[in-house]
Each structure stands twice: as C-alpha cells, then as structure tokens.
C-alpha cells in the first residue's frame, strides 16, 4: 500500500512537473520578448518609415502592410466562409457532395502554410499576373483562413437552438428568411469571435506572404492593390537573416516582434473575452 | 418573387461551398502542374533516395534525401519534446487541477497556439541558439536540437488542448468505478482514463506530427540550413519546407530547380494530406 501510495505522489508530481516546464518555458519566452522588445519601443519606431537601409527608423510601412494584407483575407475569407456554412447546415444536398466538401476543408486546413505560398505564387503572381503584390497575398491568406471561418462559423450555427428555427418556419416564414432573421442574428456574436480569431492568426503568417505580397524595405506605403508591401512578420525575418548589421538589425526585429506579438495576442485575448461574456448572457 | 429570392439565396451558398472546393483543387492543380515536370528529368526514386541537393550546379542533382530526413529529424525531436510536456500537461489539467485552475488555462493555451511562428523563430535564433552553443561547446547552435526545442514547444498547445478534450470527455463512471474498486488516483488515470482517450490522444500528436512537418519559419531561421544529413543531434539540417522558403527566391519561373521545390511541395502536402486522413480515421473510430 505505501509503495502504491508513494508511485501516486510521484506521478502526480510529474504530471505537474510537465506543466510547470511548458509554462517556464513560456514565461521566459515571453519576459525575454517584452524586455528585449521594450528597449526599442517608441511612438517613433511605430509612425516613422525605415531609414539608412532598415538600420535605423521605424516599422509604419509595415504595420500599414499587415493591416492591408488581414483586412482584405478577412474581407474576402469571411463572406464566402459563412455562406459555405449556411449551405453546410442548411442546405447541404447532396450528401456525397457534404462529405467533399468536409474532405477539402479538413485538408485545407491542415495544409502547411508555405503551400499556400506557393500557391498564391504560381497562381495569383504568375499565372493570373497580378505580381507581387497586397491583393495577391490578401487572396492567398484568405484561402488560409477559410477553413478556420467556415468551421467557426458552423459551430455558432449549430448552437443555435431547434427550436428557433422551428418556431420561424412554423410561423411561415421561408428558410431563407429564418436563416438571415433568426439564426444569423443569434449565431452573430460567435460568428465574429471566430472572425477575430482567424485575424490574429492571419495578421502573424510569413510563408504565405513571401512570394506573394511582401517586400524587403520600402520607404513609401503602397498606393494601390497592386503594389508590393512591407509586413510585419516578414520584416522580422528579413532583419534576422539580410542586411549587413546585425547589431542594428536584431534590436529592430525585436521591437517589430514585440510589437507584432501585442497585437495577436490583444486580439486573441479580445475574441476570447468576448466570447467568454456572450456565453455568459445567452439566456437560452 | 418570394419563390425566386429563396432560390437565389441557395444558389448563393451553394456556390459558395462549391467555390471552397474548387479552391483545395485549385491548390492541388497548381502545386502538381509546377512540380510534376521535374520528374521528365529525375526519377521519382531519385528525387527520394538520393543524396545530393545540388539544384544550381552546372550539372544539376535533385536528391533530397537529406531534407526529407532533416524533415522528419527536427519533426520526431519536437514530438519527443512535445508529447511528455503536452499529454502531461493535459493529463494534468484535466485529472488533477481543480475546476478553477482549469478554467484560467484553458484560455491562455488557446492564446498561446496563435503565437505567430516568425516571433518563435526570433527567439530561437537569437536567445536559444547562443545558449546552446555555449552549454555544448559547438560552431553553432542553429541545429536539430535548437529547432526541435522550438518546433516543440510551439506545438505544445496543441497537443494538450485536444489532448485534454478527450480526456475530459472520458465519463466519470469509468473514473468512479475505477476508484471504488480501491484503484489510487494515478492507477485510475493510467489505467482507465488514458487507455479510453486512447483515440483521441493519438489524433492530437497526428496532428501535432502534421503541424510541426510543415512549420516554415522557425526551422528556416533556427536550424542551420545544412543540406546533409545530419550524423548528431547537433549539426545543422535544412528540412523540406525551409529548403523550398530559402531557394524560391534564386529560381527563375519554370526552370528545374523551380519545378524541384514545387516537387518538394508535392512530397509534403502529401505527407500532410496522409497525416490529415490518419487522424480523421482515427477520430471517427472513436466516435463510434
């Protein structure tokens, strides 16, 4: 029995030796980010362009690339995502056609993130010519957030329930008007949370942008959908692995990261209050 | 009019869902039409089972073994490190934290998992790297040991949020008899939880598998880069996916080694695509 008692103890302090690790780990990570990061924060660094070839200035041109580049994945994923769940939860005849579309949404979204690259590469850049490019990143991140909108968005239809839509069509009114008046409006607040989760998650992808959108050093912001853009992510690598001062260098890629890493993770963590408090005060 | 509305608003969805085929097709399509033209010139067996990455020489060789190797070297190095911490983490949470613990971590691992690669990469290269340079004496310390360390403790949180979904989804009259036939609490763990998650478990280190195969950016700046296949944990390597993010830049549309990175890709969407379905089988057995 002591023996028993005593292997108990011993795995119980194992199992949570394993977490205390992962957040050590973690923490450092996170302290080291913050201090490294904070030494070259500034209101400048943020509004001010690079200068004297990314030694010295600041990352506006890139935090205006990000924004481009999230907003138009997000405008164009987001639409097609919901509309594909509607016709996945309300429609989805035939049933062959159901199971396709779950293979290819389940294989989307285990796809590493360079095939996206490449792809958008091949077939945005190259074939359809648009260059390099905002709008040919903007599409290629779409394609990446798809799944993860489709399958947010299936969720908060589905919690949606019965008995809303059954007392809408009871009362006569047509799918059509039951899905857009009764289950989108009840669905909405998961459907934007899953939304703000999937920018976050786009606005920190790199293999996706770097042969479809993103550009060394540009000391102008883009003036059409056209131009090639500085972006956050991509910065951070260029700054680690080009260039000629790494002394200069490395301190701005860690200021640019901090920055970056607020940024997801303020966005993260607003998606996931929010939904924390909508779950709070459904009274159904 | 009330008839056509509602036929357009179907026809609209359905497009839509059609549309989101068409694009999974469209990236099969694109990444085969640019990578199979590569095999008019080298044998499928070749491009497998040889060793040589020479793709600019004057004599051009596509051999990827080594990154095929270095691939599944940093994979395995980070699933070594990613499932004790993980599955113990999850096992934790779920088994042994009280409810409250549970509901603050749930949350910050969710945050955690959207930790943008790149920033990982950073970290790796310019705090990690050093550290183990200095620690085991080496040239560098951008190599297999660093990249799996990262590569690890990135798919930490996902390996113990679904891990701990199937565990807490086990029901607690498996646990409850368990403990009334006298099992201690480890015992009850061991050998009634875990065994029934069983499923689920494998599903969330199949998908970790597939997550940490295909990352680009943090073995890309933190395992060295090293074409070769690696003798000890602490050479460099240079895994498939930093191979195609490192060379895309110097190819020239359509040439050889343009067409051998796409061939690269192919190799990889299909170890993912394989990883994908194994999962999925595997989950649905569960279900049943």
Redesign the interface.
């Known amino acids: 029995m002591r023996r028993r008692k005593l292997k108990n103890t011993l795995s119980t302090v194992i199992l949570g030796f394993a977490l205390l690790v992962t957040a050590l780990f973690l923490i450092t990570f996170l302290v080291h980010m913050f201090y490294k990061g904070s030494m070259v924060l500034s209101w400048e660094f943020l509004t001010s362009v690079p200068r004297n070839s990314m030694t010295e200035g600041g990352i506006w041109p890139a935090l205006v690339g990000t924004f481009l580049l999230t907003v138009l994945a997000v405008a164009f994923a987001l639409p097609l995502g919901v509309m594909t769940a509607i016709w996945l939860t309300h429609y989805g005849k035939p049933a062959w056609l159901i199971s396709i579309l779950r293979v290819a949404i389940n294989s989307l979204a285990g796809t590493p993130s360079i095939i996206f690259g490449l792809f958008g590469m091949a077939v945005f850049v190259n074939i359809m010519g648009m260059d390099v490019s905002v709008l040919a990143g903007g599409l290629t991140l779409a394609i990446l957030a798809l799944p993860v909108i489709i399958n947010n968005t299936e969720e908060a239809i589905r919690t949606v329930p019965h008995e809303f839509t059954e007392a809408s069509l009871a009362l006569g009114a047509t799918t059509r008007q039951t899905i857009t008046r009764v289950v989108l409006p009840t669905a909405l607040p998961n459907i934007l949370t899953g939304a703000i989760l999937s920018i976050g998650r786009v606005a920190g992808e790199t293999a996706p942008i770097m042969f479809t959108a993103a550009t060394f050093y540009s000391r102008k912001l883009p003036t059409s959908l056209t131009d090639e853009v500085m972006a956050l992510p991509y910065h951070i690598y260029a700054l680690m692995t080009e260039g000629t001062h790494p002394d200069k260098q490395v301190p701005i890629a860690y200021g640019t990261a901090l920055v970056l890493l607020l940024m997801v993770l303020l966005v993260s963590a607003t998606a996931i209050y929010l939904r924390y408090l909508f779950r709070r005060k459904k009274q159904w | 009019m009330?008839t056509l509305?509602?036929k357009l608003?179907?026809y609209?969805?359905?497009?839509?869902?059609l549309?989101?085929?068409l694009?999974?097709?469209?990236?099969i399509f694109?990444?085969f039409?640019?990578g199979l033209p590569l095999f008019r010139v080298v044998s499928l067996k070749q491009f497998i089972f040889t060793n040589n990455w020479y793709p600019t020489h004057a004599e051009p060789a596509f051999g990827a073994l080594a990154l095929i190797v270095g691939s599944l070297a940093v994979t395995l190095g980070a699933l070594l490190i990613a499932v004790?911490?993980?599955?113990?983490?999850a096992?934790?949470?779920s088994e042994?934290a009280g409810s409250k613990l549970r509901e603050a971590i749930k949350?910050i691992i969710?945050?955690?998992a959207?930790?943008?690669?790149?920033?990982?990469?950073?970290?790796g290269?310019?705090?990690l790297a050093p550290l183990v340079r200095q620690w085991f004496n080496l040239d560098t310390g951008l190599n297999v040991f660093s990249a799996s360390i990262i590569l690890g403790?990135m798919i930490?949180p996902i390996i113990?949020s679904l891990s701990e979904d199937a565990l807490s989804s086990v029901p607690s009259n498996i646990r409850e008899a368990s403990m009334a036939l006298g099992a201690?609490?480890?015992?009850t763990?061991?050998r009634a939880v875990v065994p029934a998650a069983r499923n689920g478990i494998l599903c969330s280190v199949l998908?970790g598998f597939?997550r940490a195969?295909?990352?680009?950016?943090v073995v890309?700046?933190v395992a060295g880069g090293a074409a070769n296949i690696p003798t000890s944990i602490f050479e460099p390597t240079r895994p498939i996916?930093s191979t195609?993010?490192a060379e895309?830049?110097e190819t020239v549309?359509g040439d050889l080694h343009y067409q051998s990175?796409?061939a690269l890709?192919i190799l990889?969407?299909l170890i993912?695509?394989a990883?994908?379905l194994i999962a999925?089988l595997v989950f649905s057995n569960r279900r049943r």
Not at chain 2, 23 to 27: D, N, V
Not at chain 2, 114 to 120: D, K
Request: charged letters at 10%.
């Open positions: 009330k509305k509602e608003f179907q609209i969805t359905y497009l839509a869902a549309f989101t085929i694009c999974m097709l469209a990236i694109g990444i039409r640019e004790p911490l993980g599955l113990g983490s096992i934790f949470i042994i949350p969710e945050l955690l959207g930790i943008p690669s790149v920033v990982y990469g950073l970290f290269m310019a705090f403790v930490v113990s201690t609490r480890s015992e763990i061991f998908l597939g195969v295909g990352e680009t950016m890309l700046m996916t195609i993010a895309m830049g549309v990175l796409f890709a990889l969407f993912t695509l990883t994908n999925e």
